[in-house]
């Protein structure tokens, strides 16, 4: 027994004397020492003749490796609010001594993990947001327009990307962003909506409209309409022809382009509106960066561009890919799904493009009684669900354009919690803090490797 004790006793003492080995190789930013790359004082992106990388403020090579959801009222629901209370040793969520401890618990938790960025989707502002300042590098929201998909954007949010306004709006909102984080080293960068609804397929499967619906219902002096209508000239030879597509009467362009609310709501009646469709998508989804980048960059040009994380669960990422890497430093996508499943969608996208890639929300689920529908691929326990993520990963961090994982996320969710009755979100924690083991050890390893498994040939 003693002998198992002292076996034991060293196991530990050389993991952690591995981790502190580790952790000397980092700079203050989680990023490789080993690996220089171009020192500017901020976050970018740089190939370096063999593969893409992120690089720190100090000039060292650095992979995302992410957590999402550290959303402070994830720990103040009715089944954990107690027990949080009591750990942070506050009377309620608006107690000092509560965004203290919930910033000092996240911080030891990270730490712990190995995880070096805050990902998209964190609504906590003590770990980010001035005066507290950022001890890990994160993401920053800037949405001119709010398209994101779990808020079922209407007609009215879909502006005309074509309009002054447009671009008076995008000023507007690029200063509220910006203007007091122009100098924060931790900053990664900028993103603007979750998975924004596009394609009549990003319609179909989670949505209510989208500017291919909207603006060609405009009045005859709206920039947009214009835009639409010159570009059916281009389609169609003649307003008959158009007519047959749309089972409409316009005796002329002109009639088309002063007639407002004549298109349905619906999808796509015929192979000629999809293709129109998504072609004025495009040019709406084109202009839409255009404008939104430059006004960011007015006011904020030491950052990161990564545009909205486009779905590739649906053609949205697909059918945005090669307007979006226009304009976007890192092509930043969604997709759940399973290894192979991801390479399949990497290796028929990434030749297309010449961006770096980062998947910027998945994650990996094991139903329970109380989370029996976690987004994302159900595996049968937690040693497979630590397997498929530590295989995932290794092998997208192996890929030379890929330099960023987030996954879905730190703590769980119950379907007793307003909004998860019918789909919960699976952490690397229980609703009161307890790290599954699998699950740690696997994030653990990812972090101590990942280094090492992209800078291999």
């Known amino acids: 027994m003693k002998f198992i004790k002292l076996v034991f006793l060293t196991a530990i003492l050389t993991a952690c004397q591995n981790g502190v080995e580790f952790k000397s190789k980092l700079d203050q930013y989680g990023g490789w020492k080993a690996k220089k790359l171009t020192k500017t004082g901020f976050f970018h992106t740089e190939h370096d003749g063999d593969r893409w990388w992120f690089v720190t403020p100090d ?10 959801h550290y959303h402070a009222g994830w720990w103040a629901q009715k089944y954990n609010r107690e027990h949080w209370n009591k750990t942070f040793g506050a009377e309620n969520m608006q107690d000092e001594k509560w965004g203290q401890g919930f910033r000092e618990a996240a911080i030891k938790d990270l730490s712990r993990l190995g995880i070096n960025t805050l990902g998209w989707h964190t609504d906590a502002p003590t770990l980010t947001d001035k005066p507290f300042g950022a001890v890990f590098p994160y993401l920053r929201s800037y949405k001119p327009i709010v398209l994101d998909h779990y808020r079922n954007p209407e ?11 447009f671009k008076n709006r995008c000023k507007e909102e690029a200063q509220k962003a910006a203007t007091d984080y122009i100098n924060d080293p931790m900053l990664l960068g900028y993103c603007m909506s979750d998975c924004p609804i596009f394609t009549d397929k990003d319609i179909q499967f989670m949505g209510v409209t989208s ?15 214009k835009v639409y209508v010159e570009l059916m000239q281009k389609r169609y030879s003649s307003i008959k022809d158009f007519n047959s597509t749309y089972n409409t009467n316009f005796s002329s362009w002109k009639e088309l382009a002063k007639t407002e ?28 960066y255009e404008v939104a980048k430059a006004e960011l960059m007015a006011v904020d040009s030491n950052h990161l561009f990564l545009g909205d ?16 890497a226009k304009y976007v430093d890192v092509m930043v996508y969604q997709f759940y799904g399973t290894l192979e499943q991801q390479e399949t969608l990497l290796n028929k996208l990434v030749p297309t493009v010449k961006v770096p890639f980062m998947n910027g929300d998945i994650g990996f689920s094991t139903p329970t009684e109380m989370m029996p529908n976690p987004h994302g691929p159900h595996a049968k326990d937690q040693t497979e669900r630590a397997v498929w ?12 354009e890929f330099i960023g994982w987030h996954m879905c996320g730190i703590i769980d969710t119950w ?32 972090a101590d490797n990942m280094y090492k498994i992209a800078n291999t040939k």
Not at 59 to 66: K, M, Q, T, V, Y
Not at 157 to 165: C, H, Q, T
């Open 211 to 225: 500017w291919s619906r909207v603006l060609p219902n405009l009045g005859f002096e709206a920039p947009g309409k």
């Open 59 to 68: 000039g060292n090579a650095f992979l995302s490796w992410g957590i999402n």
């Open 309 to 324: 994380k486009l779905n590739g669960n649906t053609d949205n990422l697909e059918a945005a890919l090669e307007v979006a």
């Open 155 to 165: 007609a009215k949010e879909y502006l005309d990307v074509f309009a002054p306004e």
């Open 415 to 446: 379907k007793t919690m307003p909004t998860k009755e019918y789909a919960q979100h699976q952490g690397l924690m229980t609703v009161t803090g307890e790290f599954y083991p699998e699950m740690e050890d696997a994030v653990r390893n990812i």
């Open 261 to 288: 609310n004549w298109k349905e709501n619906t999808v796509p009646k015929s192979d000629n509106e999809k293709v129109d469709n998504e072609a004025f998508t495009l040019l709406c989804v084109d202009k839409y």
């Open 389 to 400: 993520l530590k295989e995932s990963v290794n092998t997208c961090f192996a890929r030379p």
